[in-house]
């Protein structure tokens, strides 16, 4: 599985931004789409995640201003980004599997990571 994950950038704290992750390949149908985050110094943190059987996840951080979509059609995932603060810079990477996971060590397809930077 592909992954390409797009829409970081600078914004100010309170501000907003939108992720778009798109998954490809012969395996990318069905399959979970999960966003992590990685702040210098720091481990890669489980942000969201949307499975079709399960539901939507989020991590605690993130709870109530981070809303996670999915469109299985074009197989991609978006995490718009609502208040946001300057915690919440980071590299941000989505991964893909068949189950939403909060352990980034269970993935094994990732994708390059895009860069968000909230300024205070």
Same mark, same amino acid.
């Given at each position: 599985v592909q992954l390409q994950a797009s829409g970081g950038?600078? &914004?100010q704290t309170g501000g907003s931004l939108r992720?778009?992750?798109a998954a490809s390949g012969p395996a990318s149908g069905g399959? &979970?789409?999960t966003w992590f985050r990685q702040a210098p110094g720091k481990d890669r943190e489980f942000v969201a995640c949307i499975s079709n059987r399960d539901g939507t996840f989020y991590g605690d951080s993130v709870s109530g201003r981070f809303t996670a979509s999915r469109d299985n059609t074009k197989n991609t995932m978006t995490l718009q980004m609502n208040s946001l603060k300057p915690e919440d810079t980071a590299v941000y990477y989505c991964a893909s599997d068949v189950a939403c996971h909060r352990s980034a060590g269970w993935y094994d397809d990732w994708g390059r990571g895009t860069l968000v930077t909230v300024s205070s």
């Open positions: 950038g600078l &914004v992720l778009s992750c399959r &979970v789409i």
